[in-house]
């Protein structure tokens, strides 16, 4: 009976320790995992950083010009109020000399030669204009700048909120715009869609590796044909569809049965990490329930096309 | 004599930008033609003459880079300046030594730097359109033309190839890399390192400035094959590289700052004119160093210009825009004699006054005759006194390690 109840003891004792041994093991595993996600999430981010990277200079690019003229129109206006002031100054000289109409003739004469000297009947006629080119400008800088601000979002990269993805591929397109903007035109239809539930600041980044691969496909081309970028939404019963297309060449089969695959790249060294298709798929399929696909056929437009749930959460 | 109006004409694709600058140049003091695209641009130079072309860079169908291209083939009387709104420095070294634009200023730009520096081209290009220059011209039997490793360079920096191919290129010519490396490893770079191959040379120096010593290396190997004396030639390459040294060295000094880019190679090549006058015109060449051998207290300048009416000066101007040089290199080797009376921009006198301070001490180091005079002008100008000159002589000295075997005395002026 001891013997036995011995034995029992030592059985269970030992299924004790395998079971603590498992639960270790399994600790360790959550642990593991906690760490791919961690890293996972943190690979998505130094991606999208590194796109924000490669667009500044092309943001910066597209700053200048604006800045650049504003900046001009502002000096010009500078040196136009002196004359202005001047041209007035001598006006009210004129009334020192209300008693000798002949000196007032005289100087009169020498004021409206002056004015001619300075061109000033075009500095007059060209106020309107310079004052709304310069609001353009400024206009102009503050939508790159507001679009830069929605796109990065960067704090609340992770979290899902309530979104008009139309918003989301309008401040990628002016973002992106030098990266396209020398060899393709941009058609948009962006239909009347609903909110859905998302994360804006990935979704951001999705377009935007898509828009970036479709300037990329058609500055490569030998010809002086401008190329385009087509971008449609629309809503059906239960999802909504973006579809991004561009006439650029076709895509060979053998690449596009690995194209969502990391590291995978046609790019010269230096120029594509390989990653941002698979963080695409990554963001669409695992992050969103989503659905990503791409068609490319002769005399077709490549077509990447992206269905999201409207009841996602 | 009445001066003809110039003529500028303007390129930028986007609107704005021509409407802007048609507004800010209302009343400039040259003529000038808006237009927004390349090959609009090209259409009109067909019809019109121009002096000077500002371009932006990025645009569509044809961009800046083509179309200075074309022009710097079909028109080369033309000056070339870029305005872009790039924000990447290697695209403004690249356009630079290229040769593309001869002035590269950016957006967002200042009226008053845009209008100097179209101020300043113009006022060269004046100085180049010599009647007399085209007559000197004339005699000139032989052009000097550059020998193809040069070439070579130029295309691999194009196709923007590496440091290592670069290198390889040069190493095929073992003169051409010997020089290299030796320019490389003058004190004035302070890279505090000793540079032990052609690759790590042009990692230090920089395309711009390798090309420069090219262009040296090149004339002063024309030379050498050439019936001239070989031993006046390579008397003239020190002078160039003591003073380009020695302009770092007394830039740093007074200014606390490192010499800017757009001058680096600014002391190789200042001389341009008098390696030209060597190869291509052998016999003034001849006459001015007979006179100089006479006497002694006899400078350069006084001696041209009793031999030829078109100074060293303005051919080396007249080289370095053939061979695409920047508008800034230009205007060393046009106004390097008399900086404080140019028409060009604060910085470029300062360097130029420095340069004056260096041409005088490269002369001491070399020899004791024809030392060229520096006016108490530019002493002033750089607040200067003669002890200080000494004082940077021997502190220059010092830096080369037992160089120069001896300290020069200098000449009391």
């Known amino acids: ?313 | 004599m009445p001066i003809r109006v110039r003529k500028v004409l303007f390129v930028d694709d986007d609107p704005q930008v021509i409407k802007s600058l048609k507004r800010s140049m209302l009343d400039a003091e040259f003529s000038t033609v808006f237009l927004e695209s390349a090959t609009e641009a090209l259409e009109f130079l067909k019809e019109s003459k121009v002096d000077l072309v500002v371009s932006d860079m990025l645009m569509p169908k044809m961009d800046g880079y083509k179309f200075l291209d074309i022009v710097s083939n079909n028109y080369p009387d033309i000056m070339r300046f870029a305005l872009s709104a790039t924000t990447n420095e290697e695209n403004v070294k690249i356009c630079l030594v290229m040769g593309v634009a001869e002035n590269f200023l950016v957006k967002p730009w200042k009226e008053e730097d845009l209008r100097g520096n179209i101020r300043t081209a113009l006022a060269l290009k004046e100085d180049l359109e010599d009647n007399r220059m085209a007559d000197l011209m004339s005699n000139v039997k032989r052009f000097p033309v550059l020998p193809s490793t040069y070439y070579d360079v130029m295309k691999a920096i194009r196709s923007n190839q590496n440091a290592k191919t670069l290198a390889d290129i040069i190493e095929k010519d073992a003169t051409f890399a010997a020089d290299v490396m030796k320019v490389s490893n003058s004190a004035f770079y302070f890279h505090g390192k000793e540079t032990t191959s052609v690759q790590m040379a042009i990692v230090f120096l920089g395309i711009r400035t390798l090309r420069s010593i090219l262009v040296n290396i090149s004339v002063y190997k024309l030379l050498q094959m050439g019936s001239t004396s070989p031993l006046e030639a390579r008397f003239l390459w020190d002078h160039s590289a003591y003073v380009n040294e020695l302009l770092f060295f007394i830039y740093k000094k007074l200014t606390n700052h490192t010499l800017p880019e757009n001058y680096h190679s600014a002391g190789l090549l200042h001389d341009m004119g008098k390696f030209f006058l060597m190869n291509a015109l052998p016999d003034k060449y001849k006459q001015i160093t007979d006179k100089l051998k006479n006497d002694e207290n006899m400078n350069w300048v006084q001696a041209e210009n009793m031999v030829m009416d078109v100074p060293h000066t303005k051919l080396g101007s007249f080289l370095l825009r053939t061979w695409n040089f920047s508008q800034k290199l230009q205007e060393v080797c046009m106004y390097h004699h008399d900086p404080l009376n140019s028409p060009v921009s604060d910085e470029a006198k300062r360097v130029m006054a420095i340069m004056k301070i260096a041409d005088m001490l490269s002369w001491i180091m070399l020899k004791d005759a024809n030392i060229p005079d520096v006016s108490d002008e530019v002493f002033e100008y750089l607040n200067l006194s003669q002890s200080d000159i000494q004082m940077l002589l021997k502190d220059f000295i010092n830096t080369k390690k037992g160089g120069i075997a001896q300290i020069p005395k200098i000449i009391s002026r």
């Open chain 1, 1 to 313: 009976m001891n013997t036995k109840d011995e034995k029992y003891k030592q059985e269970i004792k030992k299924y004790q320790n395998k079971i603590l041994a498992l639960e270790k093991e399994l600790k360790k595993l959550q642990y593991l995992n906690e760490d791919v996600d961690a890293s996972h999430s943190q690979i998505l981010h130094r991606d999208k950083m590194a796109s924000i990277g490669q667009l500044a200079a092309g943001i910066a690019h597209e700053l200048n010009n604006p800045v650049g003229f504003v900046s001009s129109n502002f000096e010009t206006l500078e040196k136009n109020a002196k004359k202005i002031a001047k041209i007035i100054n001598n006006y009210r000289h004129l009334s020192e000399f209300i008693d000798d109409p002949e000196r007032q003739k005289q100087l009169f004469h020498s004021i409206t030669e002056e004015e001619k000297k300075m061109h000033l009947d075009f500095i007059l006629d060209d106020l309107d204009e310079l004052f709304g080119d310069s609001r353009k400008g400024f206009d102009q800088i503050s939508k790159i700048i507001t679009s830069l601000r929605n796109f990065s979002r960067i704090d609340d990269f992770d979290e899902k909120t309530l979104y008009n993805i139309n918003d989301g591929l309008n401040d990628t397109l002016v973002i992106a715009k030098n990266e396209y903007k020398y060899h393709a035109d941009i058609e948009k239809d962006l239909g009347d869609i609903p909110l859905i539930f998302c994360s804006p600041g990935m979704l951001n980044q999705v377009f935007l590796i898509i828009i970036i691969n479709a300037a990329q496909a058609l500055s490569n081309r030998d010809s002086d044909i401008r190329g385009h970028i087509r971008i449609k939404t629309y809503a059906t019963e239960k999802d909504i569809v973006c579809e991004i297309s561009n006439d650029g060449p076709v895509i060979e089969k053998s690449v596009m049965a690995k194209m969502f695959d990391p590291f995978f790249t046609t790019k010269e060294t230096g120029k594509g990490t390989g990653l941002g298709l698979s963080i695409a798929y990554d963001i669409i399929v695992n992050k969103h329930s989503g659905n990503i696909y791409v068609e490319s056929e002769p005399s077709k437009d490549t077509k990447f096309t992206i269905t999201l749930s409207q009841d996602l959460g």
